[in-house]
């Protein structure tokens, strides 16, 4: 997974709330290259290749049924049946905007009853496909990479997962439009389905194709997705609900940010919201904690974590509030508090004037020549430049991306036997293309500022008083910083009977929880138990 998608993504944030004419000015002008005639007149059409396998969870085999293709989706359109709707691009004699979604599909086999579960799952971005959760997480087969170092290059080894979700539900990995095998066409493709909104509508029109093609109407639903795939599944849930008069039974969110104004990647750009600092904070305390940085570090973790959370919430927060008026004394005793919780020097802290980013705290962290990991902590690697002010990678991506796409790009051509002379592609760069803005529930049009999808899950849990929701994350994941996903939590407009429908799990892992065999398995545990319960709801 590419380091920088959510860190580039967050300057974006702020052109997005401030600058919203110049980013429809930049869209108009990002014109797709010319096709010929013929180009323009081929539509996409669905595919499925068919293949079977088995996978072994718990001692148990699971023989399974195997679905690799794609589905057609369209953009929606507003007040298409009005009678001032204006003409589509076909009658103006361009083609319309299309988006061919691709998924891998995997049935339990036998099952005869349509009633099983199925979990549509999707990484974020956004522009990243989902290889890393299906060839990670819980597909049948994961690929194995090294702990918390960077694994060796090829050849690399797939085996069996152990702790793949099939026991327990049908799966179904899907790549958003324009990554993986995922493409996009016709007029206004990108304006159509990079965005918000116009991600989670595609999104939302797949699975009601999905569910038609294989007959899975009446089966549970369940929602999986990880980082942006959070702030997806947030909207994607509302519409289902609103717009398709679908159910969804869960929503499982990994690694999550559902209020992009609380990102630690560029809060300085923000000046005066000081919550970011705030909220990783913990997160700085615990990869401290892991490099043994930390004097009078306790023997564990959760503790230390309780203490920097209330700091974090009382005495620092009071503190940021204060901005310039804090007092001199108030300030040598932050500085000190800090410098005990992160292991930085008081002197760094104090010239950064208390409020340290992210990309700040992986350079300087471990030392000039020592870079700390973004998505992961545990990690380490050389440092680029060491006169620089931040981290200029990620050693986690760098340590195992070149695995997990080999890995998928081999399993896809030679088992699911598909995508033979197609180009699968990870990630696509839509820093300049993606449209932050959205249009929250009970909005007319899109609200200029970052997207902020709490009041889209609030309105879920509330139009659907059964819908449940899970929250997933890693202590040492500083792209999405688990204490912010609490505080969103906390933050969501609930009646107080709805907040028993909320589930929080954490792990001593990072965004990719799964990339920690030991978390892996807790993952897959309290993740089974979630379905489970589903099918047996509580009296």
């Known amino acids: 997974m590419k380091p920088f998608i959510l860190r580039i993504v967050a300057v974006a944030f702020v052109v997005a709330a401030l600058l919203p004419a110049v980013l429809r000015a930049q869209a108009k002008a990002e014109k797709p290259a010319e096709k010929s005639e013929a180009e323009k007149s081929k539509a996409f059409k669905p ?70 579960p199925v979990t549509f799952l999707y990484n974020g971005g956004p522009g990243s496909s989902t290889v890393w959760l ?34 327990v539900s049908d799966l179904v990995f899907v790549d958003a439009p324009g990554t993986g095998f995922s493409r996009i066409q016709g007029k206004d493709a ?62 499982i969110l990994l690694s999550q940010i559902l209020n992009l104004d609380l990102s630690v990647d560029g809060p300085e750009s923000n000046p005066g919201i000081d919550l970011p600092y705030e909220l990783a904070l913990p997160t700085y305390a615990a990869t401290a904690w892991y490099h043994h940085k930390l004097s009078n570090a306790p023997k564990e973790l959760p503790p230390l974590l309780d203490e920097v959370e209330h700091f974090a ?11 310039s008026a804090l007092p001199a004394g108030q300030r040598r005793a932050i500085v000190e508090k800090l410098h005990q919780y992160t292991g930085l020097p008081a ?35 050389p440092t680029f430049d060491p006169l620089s002010k931040e981290a200029e990678y990620d050693p986690q991506s760098a340590a195992l991306s070149a695995a997990y796409v080999a890995a998928f790009n081999n399993y896809v051509r030679k088992v699911l036997n598909y995508g ?16 932050f803005l959205h249009q929250p529930p009970g909005s007319d049009q899109p609200v200029p500022q970052a997207a902020n999808v709490l009041p889209d899950l609030a309105q879920a849990m509330k139009y659907d008083p059964d819908l449940r929701v899970m929250l997933n994350s890693g202590y040492f994941d500083l792209a999405t910083p688990f204490f ?9 407009t609930l009646p107080e009977k709805l907040r028993k429908n909320i589930e929080i799990k954490h792990y001593q892992s990072g965004h990719m929880v799964y990339a920690h065999l030991p978390s892996l398995k807790m993952l897959h545990d309290n993740v089974a138990a979630f379905i489970q319960e589903g099918e047996h709801p509580k009296p």
Not at 48 to 66: C, F, L, R
Not at 221 to 250: C, Q
Not at 352 to 370: M, P, T, W
Request: no cysteine; proline share 4%.
């Open 47 to 116: 595919q499925q290749v068919e293949t079977k396998g088995s996978v072994t969870v718990g001692g148990h085999v699971i023989n399974y049924d195997a679905y690799a293709g794609t589905l057609v989706v369209h953009p929606k359109k507003p007040d298409d049946d009005a009678d001032d709707a204006e003409q589509s691009d076909e009658a103006k004699g361009g083609q319309p905007a299309e988006a061919s979604m691709f998924y891998v599909a995997y049935f339990k086999s036998g099952e005869k009853d349509s009633t099983r």
């Open 134 to 167: 299906h060839m990670g997480a819980f597909g049948p087969r994961r690929v194995l990479t090294a702990d918390d170092t960077h694994t060796p290059p090829a050849p690399y080894r797939l085996v069996n997962n152990d702790d793949s979700l099939l026991d």
């Open 190 to 251: 990108k304006k159509a389905f990079y965005g918000v909104d116009g991600d989670a509508n595609a999104f939302a029109d797949f699975i009601v194709e999905f569910l038609s093609k294989y007959g899975r109407w009446n089966s549970p639903k369940y929602l999986f997705g990880e980082s942006y795939g959070t702030t997806r599944s947030a909207v994607l849930a509302n519409v289902l609900e609103t717009d398709h008069d679908i159910d969804p039974n869960g929503v």
């Open 313 to 323: 919430m009382t005495d620092y927060a009071e503190a940021l509030a204060q901005g």
């Open 347 to 381: 002197a760094y802290i104090e010239k950064a004037n208390l409020r340290i980013d992210g990309g700040e705290f992986e350079k300087n962290l471990q030392g000039s020549e020592v870079t700390t990991g973004r998505l992961d902590t545990r990690f380490s690697g």
């Open 420 to 435: 033979e002379g197609e180009k699968y592609k990870p990630e696509i760069d839509l820093s300049k293309s993606w449209n």
């Open 484 to 492: 912010e996903g609490i505080y969103e939590m906390n933050h969501l």
